[in-house]
């Protein structure tokens, strides 16, 4: 019998590599690995046009995507997650010294859909105490999926030909959420500083109070996949499970990464994070990730509703009849 053939968007991440280049197979399926896209260009086309069969893709859009009735679905694996406390950005001399100082300003940011933006966000409203509704946003690209923003939801479009990066360093905006390192920043420029100078520690500290590794990205499927071949969603948990847990073995393997203290920092992430960082599944601990981001995508006015797990994920939940040790 032909193997079902998917096309996969994704990153090229070690946790996929196995899987991407046959060393991990998933029963039934010949998976087409389409890797060399960035996120943003990715993102733009699973929204817009549901181009993939299998695609990773924010968090966020997709819970937008749902709330719009696209027909797509997701299986429950992460294949990226981030910390971002040490992704916000401030100009030194704007007179920021704690997150409150925030309140009343411009932030800028890439658009107001990132999974990274809408994390912090949402963080420094429920822990720091500086509502989303009192900043303006200051973006410099439309949306992968159009929203109706609340009437009371500043985001405006730059009108300055700089870029955002520039604006922060020159000082014309203060503040700025970043899914990346601005490159100013990334090169010495002393204009530009993290709201959160010790951000590792405040991350590992926010880490052990909620028990959140943030989920950036989900993996999603296209609707008619799932409708017309139940079995493929349980079979591409399963096969990327064995992906990441070969990936996790590969690292452990001093000779394999050319980083000199890379056991070192194996051996932290797991007394920090356990011995599954990247776990897969409806997990109590999955579940707490992503009801959390759902509530700050509904807060922030981009879903209609809050909306049961279990309607955005296709159960693939394989109860007690597959331990790690056969995958």
């Not at 719009?68 to 299986?75: E, G, K, L, M």
């Not at 509502?131 to 730059?158: C, G, N, Q, Y």
């Not at 009108?159 to 020159?170: E, G, H, R, T, Y």
């Not at 996949?225 to 992906?243: C, G, H, M, Q, R």
Request: hydrophobic share 40%.
């Amino acid at each position: 019998m032909a193997k079902l053939r998917l096309t996969v968007a994704a990153g090229d991440y070690d946790i996929i590599r196995p899987l991407k280049e046959g060393l991990v197979e998933a029963a039934g399926l010949e998976l087409i690995f389409l890797t060399d896209m960035g996120p943003r260009e990715r993102h733009w086309r699973i929204a817009r046009k549901t181009e993939f069969d299998v695609c990773e893709e924010n968090v966020g859009a997709y819970f937008i995507a749902r709330d719009q009735n696209h027909p797509i679905t997701a299986i429950p694996v992460f294949l990226h997650r981030r910390f971002r406390h040490g992704f916000v950005f401030i100009n030194t001399a704007a007179g920021i010294k704690s997150p409150k100082d925030l309140i009343g300003r411009e932030i800028g940011g890439t658009n107001f859909m990132p999974a990274g933006n809408i994390w912090m966000r949402g963080i420094l409203e429920e822990r720091y105490g500086v509502p989303h509704r009192t900043i303006t946003w200051v973006t410099d690209r439309s949306e992968d999926i159009a929203f109706d923003a609340p009437s009371d939801l500043r985001i405006e479009m730059k009108k300055s030909a700089k870029s955002l990066n520039d604006m922060l360093a020159d000082g014309d905006i203060p503040a700025m959420i970043s899914p990346t390192i601005p490159r100013p920043f990334a090169l010495g420029d002393k204009r530009i500083a993290r709201l959160f100078p010790d951000y590792k520690q405040v991350e590992i500290d926010y880490y052990r109070e909620t028990g959140i590794f943030p989920i950036m990205h989900v993996t999603t499927i296209r609707q008619e996949i799932v409708d017309k071949y139940p079995w493929v969603t349980t079979n591409l948990v399963k096969a990327f499970e064995a992906s990441k847990q070969m990936a996790y073995q590969r690292v452990k393997n001093p000779r394999m990464v050319p980083l000199a203290w890379v056991r070192t920092a194996v051996e932290e992430q797991q007394e920090i994070l356990g011995s599954d960082p990247w776990q897969y599944g409806l997990t109590d601990a999955n579940r707490k990730n992503l009801e959390t981001i759902q509530r700050y995508v509904h807060q922030q006015g981009m879903v209609s509703k809050l909306r049961p797990l279990e309607e955005l994920f296709d159960d693939t939940d394989l109860g007690d009849s597959v331990g790690l040790e056969e995958v």
